[in-house]
């Protein structure tokens, strides 16, 4: 059973059309939890760091936000070059300590004009 | 950018020869990973180092060691490779409990 789950796989929006992409987890623990944004042929470029129920960060057209069992991730009014996938990672506590990353397969994000 | 470079970018090589891997990083952080990313699977951690010559196994480590010898340099070997181990490879560092990633090896084995 997967511990970090995203959907959906892929999500095809128009220029300014508004939606949210989730990450669901299963681990004990959570230390953090983690959204990335990948370009195609790149590594995945760090956008938000969550560590507790209730927390919200924003980036320009993106919000993060974060429950006991998912976050998800808000796009308003998106731009074609929002266009990426985007990867969650959760983090859980571990022998007192910081476990390493677990990532979900990620949402291919698709923004037309 | 996290100063993060890896070398080659691009390799192809034939089943049964070894292939080493390099990661190289300019800032001097504690921490090293090496993950691999394959269609229908999310990144997956092969091996990290928390320091020189200090390194432990991720989730998929069989086929693969590491080694690190200088803060600087984090190297992955493929002692025989496999055509299971055609992927995309990345090195990330941690910086203030965030990992950065590099821009990746893609490596084929025919």
């Known amino acids: 059973e997967d511990q970090v789950t995203q959907s959906p796989e892929a999500l095809r929006l128009q220029e300014g059309e508004s939606s949210s992409l989730n990450c669901s987890y299963t681990v004990s623990g959570l230390r953090g939890l983690f959204w990335y944004r990948q370009d195609p042929g790149k590594g995945p470029e760090f956008l938000f760091t969550?560590?507790?129920a209730g927390e919200e960060k924003e980036k320009e057209r993106l919000k993060a936000t974060l429950t006991k069992k998912e976050s998800f991730l808000h796009i308003t009014a998106p731009k074609p070059e929002d266009s990426a996938t985007y990867l969650c990672?959760?983090?859980?506590?571990?022998?007192?300590?910081?476990?390493?990353?677990?990532f979900g397969k990620g949402t291919k994000l698709s923004v037309k004009p | 950018d996290a100063g993060i470079t890896q070398s080659p970018r691009h390799k192809v090589t034939e089943t049964g020869t070894p292939v080493t891997l390099r990661c190289h990083q300019t800032e001097n952080h504690r921490y090293m990973y090496w993950y691999r990313q394959d269609p229908g699977h999310g990144l997956r951690l092969i091996h990290y180092s928390y320091g020189v010559k200090d390194t432990d196994k991720g989730e998929v480590s069989d086929g693969y060691s590491v080694s690190r010898s200088k803060t600087e340099d984090f190297l992955l070997t493929l002692e025989s490779a496999t055509s299971s181990q055609t992927s995309v490879y990345f090195c990330?560092?941690?910086?203030?409990?965030?990992?950065?990633f590099g821009p990746g090896t893609r490596l084929t084995v025919t």
């Open positions: 990330a560092i941690s910086e203030s409990s965030v990992e950065y």
């Open positions: 969550l560590y507790s």
């Open positions: 990672a959760v983090q859980e506590f571990y022998g007192g300590s910081q476990g390493n990353l677990i």
